[in-house]
């Protein structure tokens, strides 16, 4: 092969090689064109210095809302179910019917006791009447006896008649004693007779089955023709106005609160408030209620309860809450908008202007929110400038133009 040939072989080769090394050199020279741009034009972001504030020092606890009174609903005596008055899940009043009991055969045992009274109070007047009667014929031998004594001495009755005299005397005596043991008697059937018509009244009127207490009607347990006894509960009637949000505090949570009451701050008298399970603040606030007799030797928490108004039967037992309070005051705590804070992978990050305008991310530990404002725990100071417009054209190391923000940025 020639050398001429040689070469024709490669040539096309070469220039592709050319082409190649030429485009890179034109990429990397516009690169290198561009790169001075950026640097001369920092990007515009409005910056708001940390402010510091006296914040309260909050603290929450899961609870659970439950009746002031739960008042469960159980038949008295047994029969068969004939209605359901109330509407379930309805307001009830006190003294409202809410089932009532088959009467019929309450209503029989009680006209059959009102008979066995009438029966023992017939017998009384009976045995009052006989009393009398024997009353009588004693007054009659006691005279006889006494008219007899002097005219036996005398010899003008016979000694026979006055024998006779004296033992009728005895036998009135032992008819009388009779008479007011029969009256004895009848007095204690009578008393006996009337309790039974006072129960068996008790027993008709326990087939009205009626509601305690003001509350919310709970799901009816029996359906009628169910057989009811008094050792099933038919519904729950519930108290909620006020409603009741059982919550527990550690041991150690309650031990601090002892120490700031016996210093003369109470943290339960400060009211409290209620977080519902969409995120929502109850309007009203609460009233501290009762703590339990010990602590829950199993978790170490003790348990606690507040009171809430309900009117309107808003809340119900049953619901998830959070309780809030306020356990004291923390003075100069720095604070931040909360668009000055942005979230990644999990931790918080504010973005620092700080000398030559140059831009530091740093991670931050946030605590409680103020209004529109964010506490800072841990990562910044009073008076340095954050970013709170522009954060996604910002990282660490770039210069930036920072402008004051609009005002009414930081208020709560």
């Known amino acids: 092969m020639t050398k001429t040939s ?3 072989l490669f040539e096309p080769a070469a220039w592709l090689c050319l082409v190649l090394v030429a485009a890179q050199a034109s990429i990397l020279v516009g690169c290198a064109s561009r790169q001075p741009l950026r640097q001369m034009t920092p990007p515009d972001v409005e910056v708001t210095q940390v402010e510091t504030r006296d914040v309260p020092i909050v603290k929450e606890w899961v609870g659970t809302l439950d009746g002031r009174v739960n008042a469960e609903i159980r038949g008295q005596v047994t029969g068969y179910l004939m209605r359901q008055v109330y509407r379930e899940g309805a307001f009830v009043r006190k003294g409202e019917l809410l089932f009532e009991i088959d009467p019929r055969p309450f209503q029989a045992a009680l006209d059959q006791a009102k008979g066995n009274l009438a029966q023992a109070q017939a017998s009384l007047v009976q045995a009052r009447g006989n009393l009398a009667q024997n009353d009588a014929r004693l007054g009659k031998a006691e005279l006889d006896v006494k008219r007899y004594a002097p005219l036996v001495k005398t010899r003008a009755i016979s000694q026979e008649e006055m024998d006779n005299a004296s033992q009728a005397l005895l036998e009135a005596k032992a008819a009388v004693e009779t008479a007011n043991a029969a009256i004895e008697a009848s007095k204690a059937a009578v008393t006996a007779a009337k309790a039974t018509v006072e129960d068996a009244e008790l027993r008709l009127g326990f087939t009205r089955i009626t509601s305690p207490v003001d509350g919310i009607a709970g799901l009816a347990k029996v359906q009628v023709g169910d057989l009811v006894m008094p050792t099933g509960a038919l519904t729950m009637v519930s108290t909620v106005d006020p409603v009741k949000a059982y919550f527990t505090v550690s041991e150690q949570e309650y031990l601090a609160a002892q120490h700031q009451q016996s210093s003369g701050t109470n943290i339960w008298s400060r009211g409290l408030e209620l977080i519902l399970a969409d995120g ?23 348990r606690m309860a507040a009171l809430f108004s309900n009117p309107g039967n808003v809340l119900r037992p049953g619901q998830y809450c959070r309780v809030r309070a306020i356990t004291g005051m923390k003075t100069n705590a720095p604070v931040v908008p909360e668009r000055a804070v942005s979230e990644l992978q999990g931790s918080w990050q504010v973005a620092v202007v700080g000398e030559g305008n140059r831009v530091a991310m740093r991670n931050v530990r946030m605590g409680d929110h103020l209004g529109k404002l964010w506490v800072v725990e841990e990562g910044v100071q009073p008076g340095e400038r954050v970013v709170v417009e522009g954060l996604l054209k910002v990282r660490t190391g770039v210069v930036v133009n920072p402008k004051p923000a609009a005002s009414g940025a930081g208020a709560t």
């Open 280 to 302: 929502s603040i109850y309007p009203r606030k609460g009233t501290f209620f009762m703590e339990d007799r010990q602590v829950d030797v199993g978790t170490g928490a003790l």
């Open 6 to 8: 040689y070469f024709r």
